[in-house]
């Protein structure tokens, strides 16, 4: 029997779908080259005995040395992915990498020393940061003492001392947490956090206590920190004067990344000065999905479904205007 080749408009052949299964093995996983992955994550609480979804597929990739910020309404989630990429919390089901640690499948032993080594955290509140009766300098040695190195106390003091000298608090070592304003107890708790080197340091609303002049210059602290050791850090915020300091911000709607806004420099030829400029984006996820602004539906008045359009280099979104082919308003 000779075979046919198939007529034009016929489907794929076994060797088209042959083709198709080796490209995707041999495509790149996704989040490969990014330090923090978090693909399809999921979070649900029951509260009550009733179920509650923190987190509803989220996506999420930060590269390494990047100095990010995260914002969204209460209740949006942006909290509870923090909890999870600090060791604090567990998925419960999708993704989620950090430094090449699977957050999933991390048992205690794994998580704590995930949490000593691999992370550091900033709290909102200064008092859960340091501990009253210990002194700035002994703040930042006791992370390095828990880890279970093996170092001289005059090498951990010399560290110490270093990390405060970066955060411009190298003068306040001997003093304890209530001798400090609120401003440098937060300094010193970065120190803290990076006691231990760690390759993310995580902040949960960290200027959220300080006023506006004192949480800019605590954002100056987490840009230098970026700029001179290289770590990448993502700072939870509502603050939007702070979020505009970073070069991106992810907003996060309804447990979904909803929107990203990336800022650039470029020269304003009519000054001959460098400007930032800002450029905002919808974010779509692995399953194809948009979260399109609640101000642009509004506008149009979308509502339960939109008609999509393929063009030659973009997709354009109409509202439905009710002549829907099955004949339903």
């Avoid at 042959?18 to 992955?37: C, F, K, Q, S, W």
């Avoid at 990010?68 to 999708?94: E, H």
Wanted: proline residues 4%; hydrophobic residues 40%; aromatic residues 4%.
């Amino acid at each position: 029997m000779t075979s046919q080749h198939p007529g034009p408009g016929a489907g794929p052949t076994l060797a088209d779908l042959a083709h198709r299964v080796t490209a995707d093995r041999e495509r790149p996983a996704y989040g490969h080259d990014a330090l923090i992955t978090c693909d399809r994550l999921v979070r649900i609480f029951s509260v009550g005995g009733v179920e509650v979804q923190a987190l509803q597929g989220l996506d999420l990739l930060v590269r390494e040395g990047e100095l990010m910020a995260l914002v969204g309404a209460s209740g949006s989630g942006k909290s509870t992915l923090m909890n999870i990429l600090s060791g604090l919390d567990t998925p419960t089901a999708g993704t989620a990498r950090v430094a090449g640690h699977d957050l999933l499948a991390m048992n205690a032993r794994a998580r704590l020393a995930y949490r000593r080594e691999v992370v550091g955290f900033v709290w909102q509140q200064t008092a859960r940061n340091l501990l009253p009766y210990l002194t700035a300098a002994q703040n930042v040695t006791l992370p390095m003492r828990l880890r279970g190195v093996r170092a001289r106390r005059r090498d951990q003091a010399e560290r110490a001392g270093e990390l405060l000298s970066l955060l411009d608090v190298a003068d306040l070592g001997d003093r304890r947490p209530h001798e400090l304003s609120g401003g440098q107890q937060q300094r010193v708790a970065i120190a803290v956090a990076l006691a231990n080197n760690p390759a993310v340091l995580l902040a949960d609303e960290p200027t959220g206590e300080l006023d506006s002049r004192t949480a800019e210059q605590i954002f100056g602290a987490f840009r230098t920190v970026n700029e001179r050791l290289g770590t990448t850090v993502v700072v939870v915020t509502h603050d939007k004067a702070v979020a505009d300091q970073v070069r991106r911000t992810v907003a996060i709607r309804d447990g979904r990344t909803a929107t990203e806004v990336l800022r650039r420099s470029e020269l304003d030829r009519a000054t001959g000065h460098e400007r930032l400029v800002s450029r905002e984006y919808a974010t779509l996820d692995r399953a194809g999905r948009l979260q399109l602004p609640a101000e642009y539906t509004r506008a149009l008045d979308m509502r339960d479904r939109v008609a999509l359009e393929l063009q030659a280099d973009h997709i354009t979104v109409h509202p439905d205007d009710g002549t829907a082919a099955d004949g339903t308003a």
